[in-house]
């Protein structure tokens, strides 16, 4: 695809194309799942032609449908935890007893199991969980530093959390 542009195999040709919203019906794990799709018209003769991003966008939408029906974290709320404590995804899947790629798959959208999924929620819901799991596993982490910096970061976003209003200093 460049810019706007993608093969047609009717017209045998590079096109202009738009994107259409619509209403798209997908199978994952055998079970039928709605959501909010695209799909892209050759603006030359009218029939669907294929664009990677639009494609990878609608499997996407297909996934957080499936996530959503079964109650698993968002790839969204997944991404963030590592830059939410300061902590790599190897040593976050090492902290949590887990192969050192687990989390790093997650990532990169592999949809973690129920159990899994549940641990990463609470991760991420609850800051105190998190501090708590980091002392009890810290000896599970390869360096001392990955375990400062992550504990420095909690123990920040931690003081956000609890620092009662009124001791909050003013922003002007």
Known sequence: MIGNRTFCEECRK?????????????????????????EAICT????????????DNNLKAL???????????????????SEKYGIGKRPLSLLLGWGEMT????????????????ILQQLYDDPSYYREQLETHKKSLKSDLAYERSKRVTDDLLGKIEMPRSKRPRVS
């Open 44 to 55: 030359d003769c009218g029939s669907e032609v294929y664009v990677a991003e639009i494609e």
């Open 103 to 118: 989390f790093s798959r997650y990532c990169d959208g592999a949809m973690p199991t129920k159990q899994y999924s549940a």
């Open 14 to 38: 590079d096109v202009p194309f738009k994107a259409v919203e619509k209403q798209m019906i997908g199978v994952l794990k055998g079970e039928q799942y709605e959501y909010s799709g695209e």
């Open 63 to 81: 996934y957080d449908a499936y996530r959503k029906q079964h109650s698993i974290i968002s790839l969204e709320n997944i991404l963030e935890l």
